[in-house]
């Protein structure tokens, strides 16, 4: 799978990781994965796309069913973080694309923010004032 994750259950934290071409089926299985694991409900994320070299299929169509599949299992009572780390413009400008369909989405409870550097993304995430 062209995305992997690891869990830090002592920071509550899923720290994802994209390479190579990735597509809209990829992106729906990470969702996928994730979501059915109940315990990671609440927990903070962070997707790396800094190693991905292709997009197969993403386009403005798909990341909204992308946010409207992910929105769905958003736990109001379990508010959370999800941060992208995006390096390329093009990465950069589709990931904040899709920060603004998730926002915009009555059902979405997760705070989202897109940076092109891990360490501006880490600090986002550490900050209790976001």
Do not use: C
Not at 26 to 39: E, G, K, R
Not at 52 to 63: F, P, Q, R, S
Not at 92 to 116: D, I
């Amino acid at each position: 799978m062209p995305i992997t994750y690891q869990v830090d259950h002592d920071h509550r934290l899923i720290a994802a990781e994209a390479s190579g071409a990735i597509g809209e089926r990829d992106m729906f299985a990470y969702q996928t994965d994730i979501n059915s694991h109940p315990a990671l409900t609440g927990y903070d994320e962070i997707l790396d796309v800094t190693r991905v070299d292709g997009l197969l299929d993403i386009n403005l169509h798909n990341l909204r069913k992308l946010a409207a599949f992910a929105a769905a299992s958003d736990v109001p009572d379990k508010l959370s973080k999800f941060v992208i780390v995006a390096p390329q413009d093009v990465y950069f400008g589709l990931s904040r694309m899709y920060e603004s369909f998730r926002e915009g989405l009555p059902r979405s409870h997760r705070k989202l923010a897109v940076f092109h550097s891990r360490a501006e993304a880490e600090g986002w995430l550490r900050d209790p004032a976001e």
